[in-house]
């Protein structure tokens, strides 16, 4: 039986000795995403399905940002900016 959305959950243990992210995942948002950029050992299927996944990352393939965060004004002009490169590269084409 597939998780019920309060059952789902991703856990992410860092080995410092390893520098190694054990992962375990029952959303299947993150059984996607994991198996594109790693091999998944997959625990529990459903119809075929992996509902429940273990694997192991390298440091470098989990990065942790901080949400960026605009003001309106900023917004505007990224906006201004991109739209006068999109008529340079337009320009350019023709």
């Known amino acids: ?5 309060e059952e789902q959950e991703t856990t992410m243990v860092f080995d410092n000795l390893t ?6 995942s ?6 996607r995403k994991l198996s594109q950029i790693t091999e998944v050992n997959v625990v529990e299927t459903e119809n075929d399905r992996p509902i ?4 192991t990352l390298n440091e470098k393939q989990v990065s942790m940002r901080k949400e960026r ?3 309106e004004e900023q917004r505007i ?5 991109l739209s006068k490169a999109r008529k340079s590269i337009n320009k350019q084409e023709n």
């Open 69 to 71: 965060v605009m003001t």
């Open 77 to 81: 002009k990224t906006a201004e900016r």
């Open 26 to 31: 029952t959303v299947s948002k993150h059984i």
């Open 19 to 24: 520098g190694k992210w054990n992962v375990y």
């Open 1 to 5: 039986m597939a998780y019920s959305r």
């Open 52 to 55: 429940a996944i273990k694997c």
